[in-house]
């Protein structure tokens, strides 16, 4: 595996290999992304990993500057998970001129979008810029950003970029709480507290899966339940999967997501859910 920090290098490293797949990443790596990589070898061509911490996807007062740098570590994990190249650029290197930005429809800024503006202009500007520079012919992202994933596949299709994108499956912990690097800022009386949110979202999918359609009443009664026990909701919402829009009559391929605060960590999750016709 190499370790490559210039676009230059990546580029000549990259000439002449067969249709590479990527899987995008800020580090603090966990078993989550391990499952993006083992997706990636499945394509057979080189795996390229990228570690960067996207300075422009972060809001005012957010975690920037402690959001965990493990480079080494990181490393270690994806040489034995069988990646061929690491690809760390510097914030110099990524952006050595003030930045033209990726435009997005309006749903980038809602849900996510809507608590942390601009957010997702950053990550589609840096996915963009790292797309061109890996030239991938695969890309993998975890569905536990449904959000990111559904505006990343449809930032591909608008600019017919050839690239074929997979999402992963959330990688969770034995009690449910789904793997995200922030979870080490949990402390241990909130790490207990976390797989509710996972445990209240199943609840919400239950009932639509029965065939309740009262979308509101599901939504403030699990924002109401997670409130009692101290989080901070930013929302709880039920969409259709097609369109990531509030869901009309005919809509029974729904997912329901969530963004919450627990004490200075903000988790996110969401489940998809078939409902039945009427
Ligand atoms: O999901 C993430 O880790 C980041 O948003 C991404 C896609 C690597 C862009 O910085």
């Known amino acids: 595996m190499r370790l490559i920090h210039h676009v230059d290098e990546l580029r000549a490293a990259l000439a002449d290999a067969r249709e590479a797949a990527f899987v995008p990443t800020m580090g603090n790596l966990h078993e989550g992304h391990i499952g993006l990589v083992d997706i990636a070898r499945r394509h057979g061509g080189p795996v390229v990993v990228s570690i960067f911490v996207n300075p422009l996807q972060f809001g005012a007062g957010e975690d920037f500057e402690r959001y965990p740098r493990t480079l080494a570590a990181d490393c270690a ?71 990111q994933f559904f505006l990343l596949d449809g930032m591909v299709r608008q600019f017919n970029l050839p690239i074929v994108m997979l999402a992963g499956e959330t990688t969770r912990a034995t009690d449910g709480l789904a793997l995200s690097s922030r979870n080490g800022y949990l402390a241990p009386d909130e790490r207990a507290e976390a797989p509710r949110l996972y445990r209240l979202l ?11 359609r009262d979308f509101t009443g599901i939504e403030s009664e699990t924002a109401t339940a997670l409130t009692a026990r101290g989080w901070r909701v930013d929302y709880v919402s039920i969409r259709a999967r097609a369109t990531l829009l509030a869901p009309t009559g005919d809509s029974r391929e729904l997912v329901v997501l969530a963004a919450a605060h627990l004490g200075a960590t903000r988790l996110l999750d969401n489940i998809e859910v078939d409902t039945p016709a009427p």
């Not at 930005?101 to 942390?116: E, I, K, M, S, Y």
């Open 77 to 147: 994990r994806l040489e034995a998970a069988g990646a061929d190249i690491v690809f760390a650029p510097d914030v110099d290197q990524m952006y050595p001129e003030p930045q033209t930005f990726t435009v997005l429809p309006p749903l980038a800024d809602q849900l996510c979008g809507a608590h942390r503006p601009g957010h997702f202009q950053g990550v589609a500007t840096v996915v963009l810029k790292l797309f061109n520079m890996v030239r991938p012919r695969y890309a993998v992202f975890g569905k536990k950003d449904y959000q």
């Open 202 to 212: 199943r609840a919400a999918a239950g009932r639509l899966a029965a065939g309740e």
